[in-house]
């Protein structure tokens, strides 16, 4: 696999992630909140946003994957991190690369309800226009693709491309 064409690059994004972290510092201006970073794939989009938000925040962290090919979701979630902390009374927002068929996010709603958090919302930088198998609550979307694979700006294929400043698909 190699890069194809860049869909987004780098100045987009940073407007787009500005606005979210806006958005994101009316909405929990004084209760602030506790973002859940989804490892790895999150993590630059996460410190991004968070460096433009005002409210007060804390951080947190969980790792999961699912069984199956690298490309696609099977919907067996194994979580390989748990959250540090205590998530009970909290106002939680998960930090999430991308929602494809939805189902991992779907699994980690669940899981997290029953910790039963304040309020759970979920902030993703990129929304796939895929027939969506499941419902979603999402508060917050970066951009909208089409049913393509795509790398970088913490999105990998086979572990790769994490670190490009765009997001690029690939061939
Ligand atoms: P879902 O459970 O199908 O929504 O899959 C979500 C996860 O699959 C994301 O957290 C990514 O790790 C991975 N994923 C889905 N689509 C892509 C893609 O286009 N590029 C890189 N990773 C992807
Ligand atoms: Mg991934």
Not at 60 to 69: K, P, Q, R, T, V
Not at 108 to 124: D, F, H, Q
């Amino acid at each position: 696999m190699e890069i194809d064409k860049v869909l987004f690059p780098e100045d987009r994004i940073q407007e787009r992630v500005m606005e979210i972290a806006s958005q994101v510092s009316v909405d929990y201006k004084d209760k602030g909140c506790l973002m859940i970073g989804i490892l790895k794939g999150a993590f630059v989009f996460l410190s991004d946003l968070a460096r433009n938000i005002s409210s007060p925040v804390e951080f947190d962290f969980m790792a999961l994957s699912s069984y199956g090919s690298s490309t696609k979701t099977s919907g067996v979630v194994r979580i390989l991190k748990d959250l540090d902390a205590d998530i009970h009374g909290r106002d939680v927002l998960i930090v999430e690369d991308i929602i494809d068929t939805g189902l991992t996010l779907k699994y980690l709603m669940g899981n997290l309800s029953t910790r039963e958090p304040s309020s759970l919302s979920i902030c993703a930088l990129l929304n796939k226009e895929t027939i969506r198998q499941v419902q979603l609550p999402i508060k917050y979307v970066g951009f909208s693709i089409p049913d393509i694979f795509v790398v970088g700006y913490g999105l990998d294929y086979a572990e790769r491309y994490r670190n490009l400043p765009y997001i690029a698909s690939v061939k």
